[in-house]
T-cell receptor
Framework: DAGVTQSPTHLIKTRGQQVTLRCSPK?????VSWYQQALGQGPQFIFQ???????QRGNFPDRFSGHQFPNYSSELNVNALLLGDSALYLC??????????????FGPGTRLTVL | AQSVSQHNHHVILSEAASLELGCNYS??????LFWYVQYPGQHLQLLLK??????LVKGIKGFEAEFIKSKFSFNLRKPSVQWSDTAEYFC??????????FGTGTRLLVSP
C-alpha cells in the first residue's frame, strides 16, 4: 500500500517564476491538504481539497492555488515566486469519512528553493 | 486564531533519561490533538493522537501523552529515551475538517 507520494523531490526556481508541485494521496483517501514548512518552523496550512474543490484555506495569498483531479491527486501552483516562498511543501491525505477525527498522513515533501 | 506553543525548542538528553515535551494550545472548542515526529531525512509520521475518552494516550515506540483540558496542554512523555529517538517533534491541533495547526517543533538530540 503506497503512502502519500510527492514530486518532484527538489526544485530550484528564480524569483518571478511559477511552479507546480504534485501529490498522490494514500490509497483510499479522498482529501488532500497542503502545508508550507519554512526552515525551523512547523508546517503551516495552505489549503485543502475535497471533491475537486478547495474546501478551506489558510492565510496564504492568491498566488498559491491548487487543483484536485478525479483520481484525488492534487497540484499546488505558486505564481510570481518570492524568495520567501523557499520552503518544504508537504502534502497530507486523509479520508473524509469522519472529518474531525481522521488522521492525516504526510508525504516526504518537495523542497523548493527560490533564488 | 488557534495557536500551538511548544516551549522547548531544543532538548539534549542522554540515553535512558526521561523525556517530557510541553505543548499548549489556544482554542476554546473541541479539539483533536496530535504529536508528529520527523526523523532525520524522513517525512512526518504520526506518533499518537487524542480524540476523546481516556486523556492518557499511548503511541508508538513507548511514547505517551496526557491531555489536560483545564491547562490546555498535551505534553509528550517517554520514560527512557534511546539514541534512535533523535528527531524533531511537532504538536498539532485539529480544529475541524482536518486543518492542522502546528507548533514550531522541538528538536531532540539523544546522546549515546
Amino acid at each position: 500500500d503506497a503512502g502519500v507520494t510527492q514530486s518532484p523531490t527538489h526544485l530550484i526556481k528564480t524569483r518571478g517564476q511559477q511552479v507546480t508541485l504534485r501529490c498522490s494521496p494514500k490509497s483510499g483517501h479522498d482529501t488532500v491538504s497542503w502545508y508550507q514548512q519554512a526552515l525551523g518552523q512547523g508546517p503551516q496550512f495552505i489549503f485543502q481539497y475535497y471533491e475537486e474543490e478547495e474546501r478551506q484555506r489558510g492565510n496564504f495569498p492568491d498566488r498559491f492555488s491548487g487543483h484536485q483531479f478525479p483520481n484525488y491527486s492534487s497540484e499546488l501552483n505558486v505564481n510570481a515566486l518570492l524568495l520567501g516562498d523557499s520552503a518544504l511543501y508537504l502534502c497530507a491525505s486523509s479520508s473524509d469519512g469522519l472529518p474531525s477525527t481522521d488522521t492525516q498522513y504526510f508525504g516526504p515533501g518537495t523542497r523548493l528553493t527560490v533564488l | 486564531a488557534q495557536s500551538v506553543s511548544q516551549h522547548n525548542h531544543h532538548v539534549i538528553l542522554s540515553e535512558a533519561a526521561s523525556l517530557e515535551l510541553g505543548c499548549n494550545y489556544s482554542y476554546g472548542g473541541t479539539v483533536n490533538l496530535f504529536w508528529y515526529v520527523q526523523y532525520p531525512g524522513q517525512h512526518l509520521q504520526l506518533l499518537l493522537k487524542y480524540f476523546s475518552g481516556d486523556p492518557l494516550v499511548k503511541g508508538i515506540k513507548g511514547f505517551e501523552a496526557e491531555f489536560i483540558k483545564s491547562k490546555f496542554s498535551f505534553n509528550l512523555r517517554k520514560p527512557s529515551v534511546q539514541w534512535s529517538d533523535t528527531a524533531e517533534y511537532f504538536c498539532a491541533v485539529n480544529t475541524g475538517f482536518q486543518k492542522l495547526v502546528f507548533g514550531t517543533g522541538t528538536r531532540l538530540l539523544v546522546s549515546p
